[in-house]
Structures are given as C-alpha cells and as structure tokens.
T-cell receptor, first 114, second 117 residues
Framework: GAGVSQSPSNKVTEKGKDVELRCDPI?????LYWYRQSLGQGLEFLIY????????KSGLPSDRFSAERTGGSVSTLTIQRTQQEDSAVYLC????????????FGPGTRLLVL | AQSVTQLDSQVPVFEEAPVELRCNYS??????LFWYVQYPNQGLQLLLK??????LVKGINGFEAEFNKSQTSFHLRKPSVHISDTAEYFC???????????????FGQGTILTVHP
C-alpha cells in the first residue's frame, strides 16, 4: 500500500514569508508525528497528533509554528514569518497509534529560507 | 525525559567486514528501543526494535541488536556488510506503554556508515 507522502519535496522561501508543509499519512494510522532534521540539532520531535487532537505540542520551537490535522488524516505544518534558522528537513511519520508500534516516515520536505 | 548517545559519528568499513554501531541511552522510565536507517535524500526506515523479551533482536537486511539493560546500551551489528549498507543510522528511544509520551521518539545524533569496496 501507499506510504507516507509529503509535499512539497523542496521549498525555497524568503525570510519573513509563511510556508505550509503537507503530510498524508498511511490510511488508518491514527497517530501522526512531525520531526525536524537539521545539521546543528539532529532529529527533533515537533508535535504529535492522535486523531485530530494534538496532546503533545512540546517540540514546537516558537509560536510561529503551528499544525493541524483534519479528518484524522492529512496534516499541515505552518511556519509563519520564516527565519533562516527554520531551514531544515521536516519529516512526518504515522503509526497505528500504540506505543511501541513502528513509525513510518515520509521522504520529508526540504525547506530553505533565504 | 530520555536521551540517546551514538558514540561514533562516522564508521568506515570495508565490504564483507563486520560492523558495530554503538548506542547508549538514558531514561528514568522503561523504554522501547529502535534503530532506523536513512539513505540519501530519503526518509527513515525501521531496521529493528526492542520492546520486551529476548534481548537479541533481529531486523531487516541482516542487522541485529542486543539490549543490555545494565549498560543501558543497544548496539547494532552486522556480521558482513555490503556497499548498499552505506547510509546514516539512527538509534532512538520512546517511553514504554503506560507512560505519557505517546510513542514520541528521541533520536541520537546518527552514525554515518561508509562501506568501501
């Protein structure tokens, strides 16, 4: 079956612009995670969704970052007023929703803020 | 909170040689342990995981890992590597079931394995 898909695959934007990153999880997976991968910080957790609610937003680095999930499926990560330090690969993962279950990762969105 | 330390940032090895990638973790609660592999310009793929039971875990592509609770380690091994194993490998932990982290993964910094012919 289809895996996790993310769009766009690459995004170049100017400092101060807003960007939206999209994640389509595996059908039926109730849990969805966003992570960020950057040279200086490695892989960092951003936010977790169970269904449409986000019980853990502890990894969002600032209030410029927000995310939503609709219909228990597609999720959008929005970064407002982008800064150069936001440049990174944003990875989405989904799982059946129980601790210990494997998380399946998408290919990521590579964001470059000029 | 959990933390993960991968002791080697880069490991060069010749084809058909054995390899061990080291991982140590720290946690005040019970954890699950994972190894993921990332090929260039791709997402992460699960190699293997330890939840409970036998401390020796076998995964895909001939990899295995051993959980050592006393040493808080989860080292990854392969007896004979191939050129195609060249990739970055990440060790990760999550809080075990019954906790509040909902399976959130905490990753190590990664180890780049380069297999030379």
């Amino acid at each position: 079956g289809a895996g996790v898909s993310q769009s766009p695959s690459n995004k170049v934007t100017e400092k101060g612009k807003d960007v939206e990153l999209r994640c389509d999880p595996i059908s039926g997976h109730t849990a969805l995670y966003w992570y960020r991968q950057s040279l200086g910080q490695g892989l960092e957790f951003l936010i977790y969704f169970q269904g449409n609610s986000a019980p853990d937003k502890s990894g969002l680095p600032s209030d410029r970052f927000s995310a939503e999930r609709t219909g228990g499926s597609v999720s959008t990560l929005t970064i407002q007023r982008t800064q150069q330090e936001d440049s990174a690969v944003y990875l989405c993962a989904s799982s059946p929703g129980l601790a210990g279950k494997a998380q399946y990762f998408g290919p990521g969105t590579r964001l470059l803020v000029l | 909170a959990q933390s993960v330390t991968q002791l080697d940032s880069q490991v060069p090895v010749f084809e058909e040689a054995p390899v061990e990638l080291r991982c140590n973790y720290s946690s005040s609660v019970s954890v699950y342990l994972f190894w993921y592999v990332q090929y260039p310009n791709q997402g992460l793929q699960l190699l293997l995981k330890y939840l409970s039971g036998s401390t020796l875990v076998k995964g895909i592509n001939g990899f295995e890992a051993e959980f050592n609770k006393s040493q808080t380690s989860f080292h990854l091994r392969k007896p004979s590597v191939h050129i195609s194993d060249t990739a970055e490998y990440f060790c990760a932990v999550s809080e075990a079931a019954g906790g509040t982290s909902y399976g959130k993964l905490t990753f190590g910094q990664g180890t780049i394995l380069t297999v030379h012919p």
